[in-house]
């Protein structure tokens, strides 16, 4: 499993509203492997959406993973939810943890506008 320091850094910051979770098949790992434990992988991850853990799920566009916007502020809690799920226990993907929040230079503008007079 990947993640890199800065994403653990960051997921410190009392902004973060979510983890994206970017998942892609290990070197090696054929489809029809993947499939095999697809079924199970669906159901799981039916459920953790049904529980409110995840937020949001999308197909990479090359085919090799998922996307997953999932409702956690915290690496450690992300991990342990896609580390729930069948096909990581088959030790099938790589993940990567992104946390996310607010845009920042939209505080930019809240910054530069003048005081309301009431």
Do not use: C
């Not at 499939?35 to 953790?48: D, N, Y």
């Not at 943890?97 to 505080?107: I, K, T």
């Not at 503008?109 to 003048?114: D, F, I, N, T």
Request: aromatic share 6%.
């Amino acid at each position: 499993m990947t993640d890199s320091s800065h994403a653990q850094t960051q997921s410190s910051t009392s902004t973060t509203t979510g983890i994206f979770a970017l998942l892609k098949a290990k070197p090696g790992v054929t489809r029809e492997r993947v499939m095999a434990v697809m079924p199970a992988e669906i159901r799981a991850t039916v459920q953790l959406y049904l529980d409110g853990k995840i937020r949001e799920w999308y197909s990479r566009d090359d085919g090799r993973g998922g996307v997953f916007l999932l409702n956690t502020r915290d690496i450690e809690e992300a991990k342990s939810i896609m580390e729930s799920l069948p096909l990581a226990k088959e030790d099938l993907l790589d993940h990567e943890y992104v946390p996310v929040g607010p845009l920042l230079p939209l505080r930019l503008l809240l910054a530069s506008q003048p005081a309301s007079r009431s």
